[in-house]
Structure formats: structure tokens, C-alpha cells
């Protein structure tokens, strides 16, 4: 079965528009209590559904830079928010693979609608592991209801990675105080699960996973986010100032990654879904408009683009990349499998080599479709109202994640020099 969307209407066109200035964000509306998915299977037509249903507005929504709530309201009614959460807490427990292929079916319906959910699903894999029962029952059951998380992870103004965002005591429970960026989902969300810093009483700093109610007093989200791709993800800042938080909201972090955990290969692979999903997207698009607009050049000989032997070629090249990314991230996903259900230092090894193979190839096959789709449509592809150009846009924005030149070295070096990738979660 092919795993290409149905290709795009040609009504959806594009047209840059200004981004309006910065303003502070409404919070999001209750949720309906969502459906219930019972299996792999029926998330993934779930996600198909979806896909199909936000596709025909995309290229509006980033021309226009609308958000997305009525968009995200459905993807969360529809079950596909809640597809990780453990049956014995009352999810589906899907498995690493259809995460990941849910994620790559709606990134190439809308790249950002794809990349909205990804620190939820991250939040939920550190709840996993590191979160005690009673707060996995707490917001497990909060994400069952309807609720999404965002993030607050990243912070700007620094180039030594450090975090500056503190948890000071406050009775019984904590204060959070300081600045976030690159802020992903907190836009929309009814939890914001930020990286804080702790002091210890003897002195050392411990960093903990802090999760803040949304219209929690003191929180302010703003939406300044001004890339040029990934236009609608609310990847914007937010500010806590003297938030407080409850004891049971905070979950250990950096000592979720002293022992071996899928914490980062889980995001990686959802990142490398991502990318598969704007190259599936972008090869899409590229198939309509070089049968029913672009012109075969002069010397192939031909009445007919689609007919041209050397854009025929090209076409054929673009689609064996990303076959070959799709192979490498159901790969990936089943080495996750496989170290989620016995996380040893082995396994998680190879789990996050395997997703740094996969987001290697899964960055480049998304920037070439995305180029390859003007080189093949020519000229009149790149008009605004076409729209086109959001496919690279918007996988030249998140391929810039992390880079790429630091998987293809983490691959080299555990491949040459049995070197076990780094536990941050960067790979």
C-alpha cells in the first residue's frame, strides 16, 4: 500500500503574509472527552482521517498564519493525543511505530498540526519512565479527559546550554520562575511541562520536569514566534513569574537519564517522523502540478513533462529517498520498541543509533523533495499563490533542530569505535 497522502487539492494556494506583532495568548478551552482508541490499527486510520480532513487548509493557515484551534480540538477529540498512555492506565499503549507513523501522516497533511503534539508525547514517555504512580494516574488521566501538553524546555540568550529557569521551595510545593523559548505547543496547551533547576541542600543542582497548569497566575505565553516555517506551532516564549506548582506536578528529569531510558530516542524518532512527513508531503505535491502545469523542456522531445526521461529520473531518485526514510524510521521505531520493554544500556544504544540513522536520512529526503519539487515543476511553481514553497520551509526550519553532522558523527563512532551515544536526549 502506498503510504503517499491523496494529493493535494489545487485550490491550496500561497501567499506570504506580515506576522502580527507579539501578544499575550487566550488560554485554550475545556476539551470534550475525547474517543477512545482500542488499537494500533484504528489510530492509524484515525490519523489518516484527520490527515485528509486539515490537508485542504494548510497552505491558508501558513499564508495567513492562523492558528490551528478548531484543527487541534479535533486532532485531540479524535483519540490520538492519548495513543501512548499505558493500558493499565487506560490508553492503547500503541506501539513506537505508530506514533511515529501517526506524526509522519499528519506532517504531510500540515507540517506544523504534526509537530504540535511532539513534546506531549515526549512529556508522556519522562512521565513513563520517571513519574511515580499516582502522578502517572494524575495525568494520564488528564491527557484521557482531553488535555494537551506543551513545553517549556529551551532557553535563549546563552550559548552554554545551561538552565537558568529556577524550582525554589514554597511550603509544600514550589515556585517557578524565569523564561522560555522555542516553546512548542505551550500556545495551545492546558499543561506546560517545563525544565527547571533545583538547588539541593548540599549545594548540588538537580534538574526536574515541572508541570504547570496553564492559567496558572504568573504565566504568561506570548506569541513571538516569526520563523519562516512551521509557521503555526506556537513555538513562541513564555515567561513564569513566581508560578506556583504543586509537589506531586514536579518529576524527576536528569536522573531519568543517569540510567538507560528512551526519553531521547523516543523524541528523536518523532523528529525523524516529522521529516518523513514533509518529504511524503512535498513528493506529493510535486506528482499534480508536474502532470497538470509544469512543461517538459525543450530538448526531451516530448509534448508532456510527465513524459520528460530526465524529470522522470529525477522524480524516481526523489521517491527512493524517501522510501529509503521511511525503512529507516520503521526500523528505528522497532529498536524504541525493543528498549522500552527491556531498557538496557545496550539496547538503548542501539535504539538511538538507529534514530540517529533515520533522522539523517529522513533530514536530507525532506529538503531535497522540497527542492525537488521546483526543479521538476519549474518556474511557475514558485508563484505565491501556489503555495509550494511551505514544504521546504517548513523542513528547513525543523531539520534545524540539531544537526544533522552530529548523528552521522554518533553513528561513525559507534560504529567504528562501539562509543554508546550520549543519554541527553540529543540523538
Known amino acids: 500500500m502506498s503510504l503517499l497522502l491523496p494529493e493535494p487539492p489545487a485550490s491550496a494556494l500561497f501567499t506570504p503574509a506580515p506576522v502580527p506583532p507579539p501578544q ?49 480540538d479535533e486532532f485531540v477529540a479524535s483519540g490520538l493525543w492519548s495513543i501512548t498512555v499505558p493500558p493499565e492506565y487506560g490508553g492503547p499503549g500503541v506501539s513506537a511505530g505508530t506514533l511515529a507513523e501517526v506524526i509522519a501522516r499528519v506532517s504531510a497533511a500540515d507540517g506544523s498540526l504534526g509537530q504540535i503534539p511532539q513534546n506531549h ?73 517545563t525544565l527547571v533547576v533545583a538547588q539541593e541542600a548540599d549545594g548540588r543542582e538537580v534538574t526536574w520536569l515541572a508541570f504547570v497548569p496553564r492559567t496558572a497566575p504568573g504565566v504568561r505565553i506570548t506569541d513571538d514566534w ?46 525523524a517522523a ?54 529507516l524510521v520503521r526500523r528505528a521505531a522497532r529498536f524504541v520498541a525493543a528498549a522500552q520493554a527491556d531498557p538496557t544500556e545496550q539496547s538503548v544504544a542501539q535504539a538511538s543509533v538507529a534514530v540517529a540513522e533515520a533522522r539523517a536520512l529522513t533530514t536530507t529526503a525532506s529538503l531535497d523533495a522540497g527542492t525537488r519539487l521546483f526543479e521538476l515543476g519549474g518556474t511557475s511553481a514558485t508563484t505565491g499563490r501556489q503555495g509550494l514553497d511551505r514544504f521546504w520551509r517548513n523542513a528547513r526550519t525543523h531539520t534545524l533542530h540539531d544537526p544533522v553532522r552530529w548523528k552521522y558523527h554518533a553513528i561513525g563512532n559507534y560504529h567504528l569505535n562501539g562509543r554508546i551515544p550520549p543519554r541527553h536526549g540529543a540523538l
Do not use: M
Open 24 to 72: 499575550a495568548s487566550p488560554a485554550p478551552a475545556p476539551a470534550g472527552t475525547p474517543q477512545r482508541i482500542a488499537s494500533d490499527a484504528q489510530a492509524l486510520a484515525a490519523a489518516q482521517r484527520f490527515a485528509d480532513r486539515v490537508a485542504p487548509g494548510a497552505a491558508r493557515r501558513d499564508r495567513e498564519r492562523l492558528l490551528p484551534w478548531a484543527e487541534l
Open 121 to 193: 508525547f515526549y512529556a508522556l514517555e519522562v512521565l513513563r519512565v520517571g513519574g511515580s504512580d499516582a502522578q502517572k494516574r494524575f495525568f494520564y488521566g488528564r491527557v484521557l479527559a482531553g488535555e494537551r501538553f506543551g513545553n517549556a524546555l529551551a532557553e535563549i540568550g546563552h550559548k552554554d546550554f545551561q538552565r537558568r529557569t529556577r524550582l525554589v521551595p514554597d511550603g509544600d510545593g514550589f515556585r517557578v520562575i524565569g523564561r522560555k523559548f522555542y516553546c512548542t505547543g505551550a500556545l495551545y496547551a492546558h499543561w506546560i511541562p
Open 226 to 271: 516569526d520563523g519562516f516555517g512551521q509557521r503555526v506551532t506556537g513555538s513562541g516564549s513564555v515567561e513564569f513569574d513566581d508560578v506556583r506548582v504543586e509537589a506531586e506536578w514536579v518529576v524527576p528529569f536528569l536522573a531519568s537519564f543517569q540510567r538507560p531510558t528512551t526519553i531521547g530516542p523516543l523524541a528523536q524518532l518523532l523528529h
Open 274 to 327: 516529522i521529516d518523513l512527513g514533509l518529504a511524503r508531503g512535498a513528493l506529493a505535491a510535486t506528482l499534480p502540478f508536474v502532470r497538470d502545469h509544469a512543461r517538459p523542456w525543450i530538448d526531451a522531445g516530448v509534448d508532456r513533462a510527465a513524459d520528460d526521461p530526465l524529470l522522470i529520473q529525477q522524480l524516481g531518485d526523489t521517491a527512493v529517498r524517501v522510501r529509503a526514510a521511511e525503512a
